[in-house]
């Protein structure tokens, strides 16, 4: 049982590139979260999918794109990286309902956009 | 719009010591989360509080939420360097999705 895994753990883009972050769970959790997090701050909400085949935005949405054709996995894509994009993402799952009622969260990815 | 702000952002303390870190939100909700980071590490949850009053303890850590006033508080209780780490407290939006709202952090370090 990995939990949750991220694809790739590093990764340095020039800017206008594109790329895709793949989260990767293994708990069968119904929800799944994107966040950013920059330098000495708490983590925002990107993007969201409450089940297989849907998404929906979080609060900071603007220049990514996710997808949820699976259950276990989660991607998100950058269609034009930009240096605002530099942070690092964490993807987190949960299971709906008691007793594992808590987001549990993958390892980052540490994206650097020049 | 829900708003989560923690105190104090920055906690330098000794270990024996006793100190309590402070997590008020701005709206209505049933649930809150305290977690822990470490430097370049992922969020480990330390704990869930479901209801007003609720109380949880690990070790020399407790958490309590007063969903009246809408205040949590994580106390700390003689401390010890291994408790210094980033503690964030997270707060669960009555809605789809049940999307979290996070405090800025608390960095908490403890020195000998």
């Known amino acids: 049982n990995a939990g949750v895994t991220q694809t790739p753990k590093f990764r340095v883009l020039k800017t206008g590139q594109s790329m895709t972050l793949l989260c990767a769970q293994d708990?069968?959790?119904?929800?799944m979260y994107w966040y950013r997090q920059d330098p000495g701050m708490g983590l925002r909400l990107i993007h969201y999918?409450?089940?297989?085949?849907?998404?929906a935005k979080g609060e900071v949405p603007d220049g990514y794109n996710v997808s949820r054709l699976k259950k276990q996995n989660f991607l998100l894509g950058l269609e034009s990286a930009a240096p605002s994009q530099t942070s690092v993402y964490f993807c987190?799952?949960?299971?709906?309902?008691?007793?594992?009622?808590?987001?549990?969260f993958g390892p980052g990815t540490r994206l650097t956009v020049l | 719009e829900l708003k989560v702000e923690q105190n104090p952002l920055f906690l330098s303390m000794q270990e024996g010591k006793n100190y309590t870190i402070y997590c008020n939100y701005s709206?209505?909700?049933?649930?809150l989360y305290w977690y822990r980071q470490d430097p370049g590490k992922s969020l480990e949850s330390l704990f869930v509080?479901?209801?007003?009053?609720a109380v949880k303890q690990e070790g020399r850590l407790m958490a309590s939420l007063d969903t009246k006033a809408r205040l949590s508080t994580l106390h700390i209780t003689a401390a010890v360097h291994d408790l210094s780490a980033t503690y964030f407290c997270?707060?669960?939006?009555?809605?789809?999705?049940?999307?979290?709202?996070f405090g800025g952090g608390t960095r908490l370090m403890v020195k000998p």
């Open positions: 987190a799952s949960r299971y709906q309902g008691p007793p594992t009622d808590t987001q549990y």
């Open positions: 999918s409450v089940g297989e085949g849907t998404t």
């Open positions: 708990m069968n959790h119904e929800y």
């Open positions: 997270a707060v669960q939006r009555n809605n789809a999705g049940n999307m979290l709202t």
């Open positions: 509080l479901l209801s007003n009053g």
């Open positions: 709206t209505t909700s049933d649930r």
